[in-house]
């Protein structure tokens, strides 16, 4: 049952849905793979792995893929709170067991005083990029950037900014050598670059000292806490979008395991699992900003049925739901 702010049920539209997964698919991912499906329930919506975008040289168990999950989950329940739905989420267990990610309950009524800030957020949310670019050498405030990471710090996930200078150090070095070990790889790099057109893979000229480094990890190493991870990150970026801090996450540091394992017990003590590096600066203002990278449509990924065994026809001109067109009116999601 949801708390006192939800004061009754609603009933389910797919109009809503729709907007709500068409907010989803803008998620970020790894490798710009956008691993995910949707599937429209009786009471809402869910969210499932698409196994078959997984990349299998760069993430061989999966960890990239749900972390990319988790972000487009976190996506979904700020676009549903913007259309005045109070989500209530039912997260896996097992998230690789084949079954739903998390479901998402779409009956309850937000509360009219948390409208505002939800459709501010949305809008907020929607003007998100990863932005390569080398960022201006103004440093990120530690008492900011402690701030931004404490929003992160949410489901068993810890945020931890990386302020000592012989962590730091250590950090960095641990980046730039995956970046090398991943860029030796041909087939890795084919892989990657297959998805991505703006692929990181080998590149080791990102980092530089007024970088500021946050370190996302968790008490287990279990595909449940990867799909949180994916969520502290969308949290944490719509925090840093706000103030105007531009994020890059760094996954090639968790990719390769002889990096992550140093990293691991070298800056975290051994104390925690390492699942996420980002980066994190101020962009020059006088930058234009990036469009945004193509995406799936909705009708790509979004199925209607509640039974998880039915596969969506891949064929051109298959029929499914619309596609639908996105865009902030006011902060508000609307269908073109």
């Known amino acids: 049952m949801p708390g006192q702010q939800c004061v009754h049920r609603r009933d389910v539209r797919h109009d809503d849905v729709a907007s709500i997964v068409a907010a989803a698919v803008r998620a970020p991912s790894v490798h710009n793979t956008q691993p995910w499906r949707w599937r429209t329930t009786a009471t809402g919506v869910a969210l499932y792995a698409d196994h078959e975008r997984r990349l299998a040289l760069a993430d061989p168990q999966g960890r990239g893929m749900l972390i990319s999950c988790g972000a487009a989950l976190e996506h979904a329940l700020v676009a549903a709170r913007a259309l005045g739905i109070e989500p209530l ?12 990610v998390a479901t998402i309950d779409l009956t309850w009524h937000l509360d009219a005083p948390d409208l505002d800030r939800a459709r501010a957020d949305l809008a907020v949310l929607l003007r998100r990029r990863t932005d390569h670019r080398r960022f201006t050498t103004w440093p990120v405030p530690p008492v900011l ?20 200078p012989a962590a730091r150090l250590r950090t960095e ?85 002889q990096t992550r394992d140093v990293l691991r017990w070298d800056v975290l003590g051994g104390r925690l699992h ?27 990924v979004l199925d209607n049925g509640p039974d998880p065994s039915v596969t969506r026809d891949p064929r051109p001109g298959a029929e499914g739901p619309p596609a639908v067109g996105l865009h902030a009116v006011g902060g508000m999601l609307h269908d073109s």
């Open 145 to 164: 950037l402690q701030d931004l990471a404490s929003v992160a710090a949410r489901d068993g996930v810890q945020a931890l900014p990386v302020l000592d």
């Open 274 to 300: 390492p699942q996420l590096v980002v980066r994190l600066g101020w962009q020059e203002l006088s930058r234009s900003t990036l469009p945004p990278t193509s995406r799936r449509s909705v009708a790509e």
């Open 89 to 100: 989420v039912h997260r896996s267990a097992d998230p690789m067991d084949g079954g739903p």
């Open 173 to 257: 070095l641990l980046v730039h050598q995956a970046q090398d070990v991943q860029g030796r790889d041909a087939g890795l790099v084919s892989e990657v670059r297959r998805c991505s057109a703006d692929a990181e893979i080998g590149r080791t000229d990102g980092l530089v000292l007024s970088d500021a480094l946050v370190v996302l990890a968790t008490a287990f190493d279990a595909p449940r806490d990867w799909v949180v991870i994916g969520e502290a990150l969308t949290a944490l970026w719509l925090a840093s979008t706000a103030a105007e801090i531009s994020v890059v996450p760094l996954c090639q540091v968790v990719e390769v395991d």
